[in-house]
């Protein structure tokens, strides 16, 4: 029998999803085999320029179209007090970026990289987890198809990030709830909190599950104690890769959502490379878990996708290295 759940949708892509081109990841291989350099020589350069190639299904691998896609989301539960920001903030990052003035535009122009801001309904905050589901199923589902448009006019590299002034709690509470521990395990400093701001965030957690139970299905955990720049965050990852579109991921909106989706099918974010690891605790823990192993560590903290746009840099020029040396041996495809 056939169900009309908003969720179902994604359930039967998350069931069917493509595979990744292991031949052009072996053609890669081969040529840095063939080339005139000590083996294995040039560490994970290698990798990324075999793993690009496996989910582009180009070998040499090419970026052409990278694009940055910032998600935009407030919440509810920033009310318990949990940030040192005020709610405002969002919107006033959203528009600095929009007029060329924050860290990521500067970024994107030392790397020649696209960008994107979504602003996901910031005058309508979710509800507070702590005392109801921060979205209904169908306007979670309706913000994840939103995140699958992230990629619509065309790009071969999504490098995602966040805005969303206490989404640090979020992201915390939604691990808590995928693997478990309280909310003293999860809470951390986020843009700068104090010890009492931390034992607010943790009892806020603690109130979120309370109110939600342990939830079982990772769909439910999303909307329930999520985000709408969580919800866009996983439907871009799941258009990346019905697109055969690698995925750099950055921040904890990104890494929640794809944890949401790990949980659901392991397989899920096999296109995704992990920017960073954020300051916040378990981070490291979750990444380990989802099988994601940093490119960079320069400590950062910032949000709005910086750490991914810098990781592009480091992913273009893996490309650039197997397209250059294909070049000289003779070999590009």
């Known amino acids: 029998m056939t169900s009309a759940l908003p969720f179902d949708d994604f359930r ?4 069917t999803l493509p595979e990744g081109d292991q031949a052009a990841a072996d053609r890669v291989g081969a040529l840095f085999a063939k080339a005139d350099k000590p083996a ?9 320029a075999a793993w690009l190639a496996k989910w582009s299904g180009r070998a040499p691998p090419q970026i052409n179209r990278p694009l940055v896609a910032v998600f935009a989301g407030n919440h509810g539960v920033v009310a318990r007090d949990v ?5 405002a903030a969002t919107a006033q990052a959203v528009e600095l970026a929009a007029a060329g003035g924050a860290a990521i535009n500067q970024i994107c122009l030392a790397h020649d990289l696209g960008l994107k801001v979504f602003d996901l309904a910031l005058h309508v905050p ?6 109801e589901a921060a979205l209904d199923e169908a306007g979670c589902a309706a913000t994840m198809a939103f995140g699958m448009e992230a990629v619509a006019g ?5 490098c995602l990030g966040d805005l969303g002034v206490g989404n640090s709690t979020v992201a915390a509470a939604m691990f808590a709830m995928l693997y478990g521990g309280s909310g003293a395990d999860w ?29 079982k299905d990772p769909f439910e955990i999303l909307r329930r104690v999520g985000g709408r720049e969580f919800a866009a965050c996983a439907g871009a990852i799941i258009a990346a890769r019905a697109e055969k579109i690698p995925v750099i991921l950055d921040g904890l909106a990104a ?7 790990h949980a659901i099918n392991p397989a899920a974010i096999a296109h995704c490379q992990l920017a960073q690891i954020a300051t916040e605790p378990g981070h490291a823990k979750v990444a ?17 996708g910086t750490g991914s746009a810098l990781a592009a840099g480091v992913v273009r020029a893996a490309a650039l290295v197997s397209s250059g040396m294909a070049a000289a041996l003779g070999s590009a495809s």
Do not use: C, W, Y
């Open 12 to 15: 039967t892509l998350l069931r």
């Open 40 to 48: 294995g020589s040039l560490g994970r350069i290698e990798d990324i």
């Open 83 to 87: 940030s040192p920001r005020p709610m």
């Open 126 to 131: 979710t509800e507070d987890i702590t005392s």
């Open 154 to 158: 065309g790009t071969d590299l999504l």
């Open 187 to 215: 809470a951390g400093r986020g843009s700068g909190a104090d010890t009492a701001m931390i034992a607010r965030k943790a009892e806020a957690i603690d109130a979120a599950i309370a109110l939600n139970g342990r939830q």
């Open 255 to 261: 890494t929640a959502a794809a944890a949401v989706l």
């Open 288 to 304: 380990e878990t989802l099988g994601l192993k940093p490119l960079l560590d320069f400590g950062m903290a910032h949000g709005e």
